[in-house]
């Protein structure tokens, strides 16, 4: 059993930053791959960014160049770094792990996720 916890979410105005954090407990995440999505009210959860095993990343291209995703396997916590942060960037974030080592687009290739931290970009 794995258990996602994420954190660092609030509110912050367009333009600015913020990281968000994904910890594991219950299994090393080191040979998985992770993953980042989001939901905003009324919309279906999306992808944001993924990353390998390997460290190879992907991103949706409305994040593409303002978001980073990283891993610290040490620490067994995925990060979200998100920059120029936009009103439509609005949502729950969550995190998940992978069904194996790569990365991933689809919310099916993914097994366990957290509860979710809200992020609210006011304009």
């Known amino acids: 059993q794995v258990q996602l916890v994420e954190s660092g979410g609030g509110l912050v105005q367009a333009g600015g930053s913020l990281r968000l954090s994904c910890s594991a407990s219950?299994?090393?995440?080191?040979?998985?791959?992770m993953g980042w999505f989001r939901q905003a009210p009324g919309k279906e959860r999306e992808f944001v960014a993924g990353i390998s095993w390997t460290g190879d990343t992907i991103y949706a291209n409305s994040v593409k160049g303002r978001f980073f995703i990283s891993r610290d396997n040490a620490k067994n916590t995925v990060y979200l770094q998100m920059n120029s942060l936009k009103p439509e960037d609005t949502a729950v974030y969550y995190c998940?792990?992978?069904?194996?080592?790569?990365?991933?687009?689809?919310?099916?290739?993914?097994?366990?996720w957290g509860q979710g931290t809200q992020v609210t970009v006011s304009s």
């Open positions: 219950g299994r090393a995440l080191s040979t998985y791959g």
């Open positions: 998940a792990k992978g069904v194996g080592g790569s990365y991933y687009y689809s919310k099916s290739q993914y097994d366990y």
